[in-house]
């Protein structure tokens, strides 16, 4: 049998209602109607079950018959930085990735040798990749993703995380034993141009470990997401 459909919503009491692009997704789309049964998500960590009590034009409304604490969340807190690329697909592809291996926070910044631009329109997209992806891999949150127009505040955004890894193609070798991480972990991966070494000596300044990963040079969203599923297996997560 099929996992219940899921769907975000803004509010959740003792009944909920579907609107916007989710409503339009779950009657026309697939195909939902009076008596159905759903999982509602309101980002707070809690699934509903709910059914559905009313479809209307541009809503339905929905009655709560259960909540529990979702189980799929990751225990600790990671966070994904990655300079932004040139290439949408790529971009989304990272989001999604970092999504269904746990990732807590995504944050895509601007740098010194990045060549792409971010506006309002591609941040939405990219938000709404994040939420797909939580859904199809049943988590019961989603990661917001933020736009840094440099590299420091972004580098700043997780000064209070336990471990910081600075995924940098010209390190020799990395600075801390990957294979030993506890706690929470933020990753940074540079774009197509990579890093300066003035952006690598900012991000030591800032108490971020250089990571290797190894003698050929990834591409960044392959660096992406072979860093975090290390992370993610060092944390326990992979298991
Ligand atoms: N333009 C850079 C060059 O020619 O050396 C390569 C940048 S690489 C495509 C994009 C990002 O992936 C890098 O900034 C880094 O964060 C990460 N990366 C790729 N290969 C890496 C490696 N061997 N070690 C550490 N980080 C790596």
């Known amino acids: 049998m099929s996992a219940l459909k899921r769907f975000f919503v803004d509010a959740i009491g003792e009944t909920a209602i579907l609107s916007g692009e989710e409503f339009e997704h779950a009657k026309n789309v697939l195909r939902i109607g009076v008596g159905a049964e ?3 998500l309101d980002n707070s960590g809690k699934e509903y079950t709910a059914v559905v009590a ?3 034009k541009k809503q339905m409304l929905l009655n ?3 909540e529990e604490i979702g189980s799929r969340e990751a225990n600790e807190e990671v966070c994904l930085l990655f300079g932004y690329l040139k290439n949408a697909d790529k971009n989304e592809f990272i989001v999604q990735k970092a999504v269904e291996l746990g990732v807590k926070k995504i944050g895509v910044f601007s740098s010194e040798y990045s060549s792409a631009y971010m506006n309002a329109n591609k941040l939405e997209r990219l938000n709404k990749v994040a939420k797909e992806a939580s859904k199809q891999c049943l988590r019961s949150t989603y990661p917001e993703v933020v ?3 440099d590299l420091s505040s972004a580098l700043a955004s997780c000064k209070d995380y336990q471990n910081k890894l600075f995924a940098c193609e010209f390190a ?4 801390t034993d990957l294979r030993k991480l506890s706690g929470s972990v933020a990753i940074v991966i540079g774009s197509e141009g990579g890093f300066s070494r003035a952006e690598a000596q900012n991000a030591t300044q800032q108490g971020y ?3 290797s990963l190894g003698k050929r040079i ?3 969203e392959t660096a992406g997401v072979a860093l975090t599923s290390v992370v993610m297996f060092a944390l326990g997560e992979l298991q």
């Open 209 to 211: 470990a250089l990571v």
């Open 172 to 175: 020799e070798k990395s600075q």
């Open 147 to 149: 736009y840094y127009a």
């Open 218 to 220: 990834l591409r960044a």
């Open 38 to 40: 759903v999982i509602l």
């Open 64 to 66: 709560i018959v259960r």
């Open 54 to 56: 009313q479809v209307e």
